[in-house]
T-cell receptor
Framework: DAGVTQSPTHLIKTRGQHVTLRCSPISGHKSVSWYQQVLGQGPQFIFQYYEKEERGRGNFPDRFSARQFPNYSSELNVNALLLGDSALYLC??????????????FGPGTRLLVL | EDKVVQSPLSLVVHEGDTVTLNCSYEVTNFRSLLWYKQEKKAPTFLFMLTSSGIEKKSGRLSSILDKKELFSILNITATQTGDSAIYLC??????????FGDGTTLTVKP
């Protein structure tokens, strides 16, 4: 069975541009969470979606948005990119959707570099 | 603001040594504490702890939670080079938040 998949694996953008990252959860999982991991730090929670509705949001500016599709895949969008947005973006899927997921499975991440 | 602090930041040991990694937290409305291992990119789940004093064990790894003193430890006995990784601690709250610590980087030398 396929695990969580993310695309692209790597991405280079310039300041001010927009980026869309994609995530497909494990088959049967209805919840997707997004995290940002800056080098040397732990993952920072951005969003959780369950059944296409936002169930949790971290302390990120409105430049960050996400959505979940009927097939439970998800997109993370970041507008007006800043140098500080350079990070590994992790997607995690889980079965449950009430509160933060207890058992979640992480994808390999998308490494974003903003120049 | 919810806070999770891990110590030490990094650790270098030799194969066969035993290590103890620490995670302390200050959060509102604690729900659970989780440990992950991160080798290249994707963190992989190790343990989930919700009750004080109950040890979770998997092979050479074990973990315990102290909800009164607000910390958890992760023990690894008879370390192997394959244990080299970043170990992450995360705390979930009933308010729907998930807060990670910055991790402990463990290097196991042959």
């Amino acid at each position: 069975d396929a695990g969580v998949t993310q695309s692209p694996t790597h991405l280079i953008k310039t300041r001010g541009q927009h980026v869309t990252l994609r995530c497909s959860p494990i088959s049967g999982h209805k919840s997707v969470s997004w995290y940002q991991q800056v080098l040397g730090q732990g993952p920072q929670f951005i969003f959780q979606y369950y059944e296409k509705e936002e169930r949790g949001r971290g302390n990120f500016p409105d430049r960050f948005s996400a959505r979940q599709f009927p097939n439970y895949s998800s997109e993370l969008n970041v507008n007006a990119l800043l140098l500080g947005d350079s990070a590994l973006y992790l997607c995690a899927s889980s079965l449950e959707g009430r509160g933060p997921p207890e058992t979640q499975y992480f994808g390999p991440g998308t490494r974003l570099l903003v120049l | 603001e919810d806070k999770v602090v891990q110590s030490p930041l990094s650790l270098v040991v030799h194969e066969g040594d035993t290590v103890t990694l620490n995670c302390s937290y200050e959060v509102t409305n604690f729900r659970s504490l989780l440990w992950y291992k991160q080798e290249k990119k994707a963190p992989t789940f190790l343990f989930m702890l919700t009750s004080s004093g109950i040890e979770k064990k998997s092979g050479r790894l074990s973990s315990i939670l102290d909800k009164k003193e607000l910390f958890s430890i992760l023990n690894i006995t008879a370390t192997q080079t394959g244990d080299s990784a970043i170990y992450l601690c995360a705390v979930n709250t009933n308010a729907g938040k998930s807060t990670f610590g910055d991790g402990t980087t463990l290097t196991v030398k042959p």
